[in-house]
């Protein structure tokens, strides 16, 4: 037997979205019924916030490609959900996998680095265990 959301379970949830960070998708699947590929295949160019629709496209067959009509309320959803994206976005550069990488291997080299002057210190008498500082 499959689960399913009742109504009032349904109505219950949509209460309880504003503000969450899947809010916009929850609240898409909730009222359009897409299914989750399609759901994760969304893109800000297939969505027209003026004329609230969505265009869906399927990942199995073009033919069933189709425009969604939004309510106003997912409208708004969806409109602040893209100001947060865009706001979260300027406060981060863009960044590949490989600059995370390198992140943290530049971390790692100046903590060696300070650890070698520590113990090069500690050879002279200078060494402050109470203030040298490590990152990460």
Request: glycine fraction near 6%; hydrophobic fraction near 40%.
């Amino acid at each position: 037997m499959k689960k399913h959301l009742t109504e009032e379970q349904a109505r219950k949830l949509l209460e309880a979205l504003p503000g969450h960070p899947l809010e916009a998708i929850i609240m898409l699947a909730l009222v359009t019924g897409l299914r989750r590929d399609e759901l994760l295949g969304l893109k800000w160019q297939g969505l027209d916030l003026e004329k609230r629709e969505v265009r869906v496209r399927n990942t199995k067959t073009q033919s069933s490609d189709r425009m969604i009509h939004l309510p106003t309320g997912v409208t708004e959803v969806l409109e602040q959900h893209r100001i947060r994206q865009m706001e979260e976005q300027a406060e981060l550069p863009p960044l590949r996998f490989h600059e995370l990488r390198l992140a943290r291997w530049r971390a790692l080299s100046a903590r060696l680095r300070t650890a070698k002057e520590g113990l090069e210190g500690a050879q002279d008498g200078s060494l402050d265990l109470d203030n040298d500082t490590y990152p990460f």
